[in-house]
């Protein structure tokens, strides 16, 4: 009986796995659709942002560059819930990468903040030192905040910086890309293959001046780009996370399948033991009274 014992306590723990991975993938589900939403609504919003804040840097050419190397700023979005498979290991890897060649090439390390509910725990993964925020869904505006105003800070202020972010890019369902993009500062071009592929138009009278409002619009840019990667980045890792619960649940059903039809034949093995000992105990009685007799 050890045996179908041991059977049925494995059963029953993949089930109670089954149920939980099955509610998490419901969960996730009803939550896709909010933060895909989210991420439209942001994406067409930097887009425009983008264009604008473009027109305004063409024309007070506040972008020029400097012979010394600059300083790089990078801000790196994780995944703030588990059950996403390498979602975040991908990212990691490559920007450690990243992070050793500009610290080998320049011999100094980027100014790096983590962004995710478990960043604070990844030191033995990035060898570089960094700021961790939890940036929740919730309050994630007020934590980044002063990330950007710093940065804006830095650029009004005519230091040479590059910034970059790096994230999971979201080509479809079943697949998020990790890559680090430069969004400071950016080429203006007509090429539609160039970055934003924007060509200035020399036409558009800006009141006020764009010098006075080049401050304004320069925060504004960074917090649309932020709030667009930081809402594909959940986007991605929502996904991720649904097609491990989907994966998760195929093969608890799978094994559930397995140990239920072994349990039935180790029953019905049980069963067949225990019929052929009663008959042959009845032979062995029926023998002994002939023999009496």
Not at 86 to 92: A, E, Q, V, Y
Not at 245 to 257: D, E, T
Not at 258 to 284: C, G, H, P, W
Request: overall charge positive; glycine content about 4%.
């Amino acid at each position: 009986m050890s045996q179908l014992t041991t059977i049925k306590e494995r059963l029953k723990t993949i089930a109670n796995l089954h149920q939980v991975t099955k509610a998490m993938e419901m969960v996730t589900r009803t939550q896709i659709n909010k933060i895909r939403q989210n991420f439209n609504n942001a994406k067409n919003y930097q887009t425009l942002s983008a264009r604008v804040f473009a027109q305004i840097a063409a024309r007070i050419k506040n972008q020029e560059t400097v012979p010394a190397p600059p300083q790089k700023y990078c801000l790196a979005f994780f995944a703030h819930k588990g059950f996403c498979g390498g979602f975040n290991d991908r990212l990691l890897m490559k920007l450690q990468a990243v992070l050793d060649n500009e610290k080998r090439e320049n011999g100094r390390a980027a100014a790096l903040w983590l962004l995710g509910r478990a960043s604070a725990k990844w030191e033995h993964y990035i060898k570089h030192p960094y700021t961790a925020l939890a940036a929740a869904e919730k309050n994630y505006p007020a934590e980044t905040a002063p990330v950007v105003a710093e940065i804006a800070g830095k650029i009004l202020a005519g230091q040479n910086i590059e910034v970059y972010f790096a994230y999971n890019e979201l080509l479809s369902i079943l697949e998020q890309n990790p890559v680090i993009k430069k969004i400071y500062p950016f080429e203006l071009s007509a090429d539609a293959s160039a970055p934003l592929g924007i060509q200035p138009r020399n036409e558009i009278i800006l009141e006020p001046a764009g010098e006075i409002i080049y401050a304004g619009i320069l925060r504004a840019y960074l917090k649309a780009c932020l709030d667009k990667v930081y809402w594909e980045s959940a986007a991605g890792e929502y996904y991720a996370r649904l097609l491990g619960m989907q994966s998760a649940n195929k093969n608890a059903r799978l094994i559930l399948q397995k140990l239920t039809l072994q349990y039935n034949k180790t029953r019905q093995m049980r069963i067949t033991q225990e019929l052929s000992e009663v008959v042959s105990a009845f032979d062995v009685l029926r023998a002994l009274e002939n023999k009496a007799a």
